[in-house]
């Protein structure tokens, strides 16, 4: 049981990063960004998280 749950958990915190780049995605759609835009913002919060 203790794996399932791990598994769960490992599926869930892979489900946060996957949401916000579609978050992300469908805000730039909206303001018209280009998507070398959202590869730089993208790219700005990841290292920002990764500090």
Do not use: Q
């Not at 579609?22 to 959202?38: F, N, Q, R, S």
Request: charged share 25%.
């Amino acid at each position: 049981m203790k794996i399932e749950e791990s598994k769960g958990t490992a599926s869930e915190k892979g489900a946060v990063p996957f949401d916000f780049s579609k978050i992300l995605t469908y805000v730039c759609d909206i303001i018209g960004a280009p998507k070398e835009m959202y590869c730089a913002i993208n790219l700005a919060v990841e290292w920002r998280t990764s500090i």
